[in-house]
């Protein structure tokens, strides 16, 4: 079945630091590929996305890289702000219809 | 335009009581989905709705759970008896009609504690 592997968290940096949080992932096909972020006491939002394999997703200076020969979509960001403290999930779906499936999250933590 | 919303946001009960979750997704979206997120876990599907219509309900606990969505709007999501291991946040979901529209989007989830 379709898996997601996210790095082990909580993650935490101080304010300007440079962030990487890995995924991996296991599914047959090309599924389509999801950053969501989610903040304390919101729902889950959409951060970035990528559809088919060396597109590059990118989003409120964010991205993240479909990379097929890898099954990898690991997340970066080069300069951390504060606001960006939450937690970060790592998804997967087969069609556009589908169900997501999520990794286990990571906590980001970024310190003033 | 409004979002997904769910009620209520945080319910407490005991082990063997019943418990009803509420969703209204996005005004025109077809497809409504139902998540279950345990603690530093990641969200699991636990059914999908097409219009009025079950899609997908392979992970949802029958004995337990149940959830409709009449005409196709609102949704309710049950469970009888909970047990201490439905402690969890339900997350409600929904997805624009047709096209190849991969985004869901998440109300804030109620959050059940059972004790």
């Known amino acids: 079945g379709n898996s997601v592997t996210q790095m082990e968290g909580p993650v935490t940096l101080s304010e300007e630091a440079f962030l990487t949080i890995n995924c991996t992932y296991t599914?047959?096909?090309?599924?389509?590929l999801f950053w969501y972020v989610q903040y304390p006491g919101e729902g889950l939002q959409l951060l970035l996305k990528?559809?088919?394999?060396?597109d590059k997703g990118s989003n409120k200076g964010f991205e993240a890289t479909y990379r097929k020969e890898t099954t990898s979509f690991h997340l970066e960001k080069g300069s951390v702000q504060v606001s960006d403290s939450a937690v970060y999930f790592c998804?997967?779906?087969?069609?556009?219809?589908?169900?997501?499936?999520f990794g286990e999250g990571t906590q980001l933590t970024v310190n003033p | 335009e409004a979002g997904v919303a769910q009620s209520p946001r945080y319910k407490i009960i005991e082990k063997r009581q019943s418990v009803a979750f509420w969703c209204n997704p996005i005004?025109?979206?077809?497809?409504l989905y139902w998540y279950q997120q345990i603690l530093g876990q990641g969200p699991k599907l636990l059914i999908q709705?097409?219009?009025?219509?079950?899609?997908?309900d392979s992970q949802l606990p029958k004995d337990r759970f149940s959830a409709e969505r009449l005409k196709g709007v609102d949704s309710t999501l049950k469970i009888q008896p909970a047990k201490l291991e439905d402690s969890a946040v339900y997350l409600c979901?929904?997805?624009?009609?047709?096209?190849?529209?991969?985004?869901?989007?998440f109300g804030p989830g109620t959050r059940l504690t059972v004790t």
């Open positions: 998804a997967l779906i087969k069609t556009s219809g589908s169900r997501l499936t």
């Open positions: 709705f097409q219009n009025n219509g079950v899609v997908d």
């Open positions: 979901a929904s997805r624009p009609s047709g096209g190849s529209s991969y985004e869901q989007y």
């Open positions: 990528a559809t088919k394999a060396d």
């Open positions: 599914a047959t096909g090309y599924p389509s």
């Open positions: 005004s025109g979206h077809a497809t």
